[in-house]
Nanobody, 124 residues
Framework: QLQLVESGGGLVQPGGSLRLSCAAS????????IGWFRQAPGKGREGVSC????????IYADSVKGRFTISRDNAKNTVYLQMSSLKPEDTAVYYC?????????????????WGQGTQVTVSS
């Protein structure tokens, strides 16, 4: 069974940090680009960050540049999203998804396997 599982979400105060993990089972991530997306209540799903299969390329949404860092450990079949200087507007359900290819693309439809999501709430 092909599966992605996110973890690491929770409640954090503004200015705090969290590290999200995206672990794969049933397939290996090392040939796929992996993206992180988020969806806030009442809003559409938006791309946050993406890392290519070999980690030679990363992209970030303007809203998280300089605060979030994406990385991967192919030996552990896991991708991470380190989030720092969190703001209330970062509150959302965060999802990871695998691209059908090795390079990051901007179209959400290019991502075929999705995790169930992990809630991140930034509030004092």
């Amino acid at each position: 069974q092909l599966q992605l599982v996110e973890s690491g979400g929770g409640l954090v105060q503004p200015g705090g940090s969290l590290r999200l993990s995206c672990a794969a089972s049933g397939f290996t991530l090392d040939v796929y680009a992996i993206g992180w997306f988020r969806q806030a209540p009442g809003k559409g799903r938006e791309g946050v960050s993406c890392i290519s299969s070999s980690a030679d390329s990363t992209i970030y949404a303007d809203s998280v540049k300089g605060r979030f860092t994406i990385s991967r450990d192919n030996a552990k079949n896991t991708v991470y999203l380190q989030m720092s200087s969190l703001k209330p507007e970062d509150t959302a359900v965060y999802y990871c998804a695998s691209n059908f290819g090795s390079r990051c693309t901007s179209q959400i439809y290019d991502y075929d396997y999705w995790g169930q999501g992990t809630q991140v709430t930034v509030s004092s």
